[in-house]
């Protein structure tokens, strides 16, 4: 079993940057590909970005392809999801999530894929 932990949420002004941070603990030798997923109330879970596990590859949302980077440092056990030029619609809880498989395969935006979860870091954007 693949424990998540999320960190680095709160609140922050529009236009501000913000790094969450992913720790993963437990069988981290079942922790391949990451990603980072979000979530308002009343929506649908939705992909932000992904990272294989080398690091080699990475996918965005359109929404954030500008303005976020997603990096990991397997050393930690650590994957990151920096975002720039926060808008209060980025305001939702952020997963963090993690594949058995190392590469990606084409449902690598789908919460289907990943096989273990976080519980979640609150980003709230308000001036």
């Known amino acids: 079993q693949v424990h998540l932990v999320e960190s680095g949420g709160g609140l922050v002004q529009p236009g501000d940057s913000l790094r969450l941070s992913c720790t993963a603990s437990?069988?981290?030798?079942?922790?391949?590909?990451m990603g980072w997923f979000r979530q308002a109330p009343t929506k649908e879970r939705e992909f932000v970005a992904a990272?294989?596990?080398?690091?080699?590859?990475?996918m965005y949302n359109r929404s954030v392809n500008d303005r976020s980077i997603i990096s990991r440092d397997n050393a930690k056990n650590t994957m990151y999801l920096q975002i720039r030029k926060l808008k209060p619609e980025d305001t939702e809880v952020y997963f963090c999530a993690a594949s058995n498989s190392r590469v990606f395969s084409g449902d690598y935006f789908s919460t289907k894929w990943y096989d273990y979860w976080g519980q979640g870091t609150q980003v709230t954007v308000s001036s």
């Open positions: 990272i294989s596990w080398t690091g080699g590859t990475t």
């Open positions: 437990g069988r981290t030798d079942d922790c391949g590909a």
